[in-house]
């Protein structure tokens, strides 16, 4: 490929789906040392992409706090100026089809991410559910690079190595892990009786156990329970968000929800053990890499209903995300064991 060539990856969000993107990206620079590549995307995500070399950034959020469709146009000319010629769209929302047209008449060669929406519904109807698994997001995400012009092989996911952020002192012998039981949606949040057992028996089995939770009531939990239990550590508001990768980096093993810290863990190659109660993994969400014995979810004929986890549960007490954290527990002792 030409030298001069300059490709555009855009994701905007949400957190999850951009941490997947680097997988991509970084699959990207592997492949194609003497391209230049700028990621699109907020500006609190760019540290995902530390990792990667040589990767320049354009950021949703205007200097000046521009926005809406004025920012869209001004990026079309920031992303012009700065000599883009490809453009991988990996969202296909308004905004990027947009700024896709605007560069398209500018020359680029341009391709957007196929959402396989159709089969995605037919995991989640009522009735009759195909869960057929479909093919990962970082898959497609590849698959868009392709068709703009820039085929790469994913590689398999390896452990990183990062520094523990201070305020947790020494890495120490012993098993540590993560648990993030919480999501923006209700559907796929660990409910709050078996939380509590799990930290409980987490704490009890393992030497050092780390709480991932963003602000508010999640904030009280994780800090009753480091009231609690003398090895349990409330992470919110201690670190920034790329030192929470670095935390998930020196673990044996993380639990997460079907939330952006399964992406976070990925990134570092810590082995996660998922829970699944709305959604599915047949959609192809699930964290790169991942085995599947270790994606926990109930057998029930209502789920999955959602592809996304916004949907409100028809029987009011989301008893798909009712997985025993016993069931949990054995999974996280046979990781790191």
């Known amino acids: 490929m030409p030298k001069s060539d300059r490709i555009l990856v855009v994701r905007l969000s949400a957190m999850g789906d951009v941490a997947m993107t680097v997988h991509a990206v970084a699959a990207l620079r592997r492949a194609y040392p003497d391209v230049a590549i700028t990621m699109l995307t907020r500006r609190a995500w760019v540290p995902f992409f530390r990792d990667v070399e040589r990767v320049d950034f354009l950021t949703l959020e205007g200097a000046n706090g521009e926005k809406g469709v004025a920012r869209v146009f001004q990026l079309a000319s920031e992303a012009a100026a700065s000599g883009v010629t490809h453009v991988a769209d990996l969202h296909d929302v308004l905004r990027t089809k947009l700024l896709r047209a605007l560069l398209r008449l500018r020359g680029c060669r341009v391709a957007k991410i196929d959402k396989e929406k159709a089969l995605k519904e037919r995991a989640t109807r009522p009735t009759d559910k195909d869960l057929t698994p479909l093919r990962h997001s970082v898959e497609r995400y590849a698959d868009v690079l392709s068709k703009v012009g820039y085929p790469i092989e994913l590689p398999q996911v390896e452990r990183y190595e990062r520094a523990l952020p201070a305020p947790f002192g020494e890495r120490s012998e012993g ?96 082995p996660t053990v998922s829970v699944w109660g709305a959604t599915h993994p047949a959609t192809g969400f699930y964290g790169w890499g991942s085995s599947s014995e270790n994606r926990l979810q109930l057998d029930l004929p209502c789920r999955p209903c959602s592809v996304y986890g916004e949907k409100a549960c028809q029987f009011g007490d989301y008893r798909c995300m009712r997985v025993a954290p016993e069931r949990i527990i054995e999974r996280l002792r046979a990781i790191t064991q």
Not at 220 to 239: C, D, K, L, Q, Y
Not at 241 to 251: G, I, P, Q
């Open 175 to 270: 098993r540590w892990i993560g648990i993030a039981p919480f999501s923006k949606q209700e559907g796929k949040t660990y409910p709050a009786p078996l939380r509590e057992q799990l930290v409980g028996l987490a704490a009890e089995e393992f030497d050092r156990v780390f709480i991932f939770s963003g602000g508010g009531a999640e904030r009280e939990f994780a800090g009753a329970m480091e009231s609690r239990h003398p090895n349990v550590t409330a992470v919110f508001g201690r670190i920034r968000l790329d030192e929470e990768v670095d935390l998930m980096a020196n673990l044996d093993a993380m639990v997460s929800m079907d939330s952006s810290a399964m992406h976070m863990a990925s990134l570092v190659g810590t």
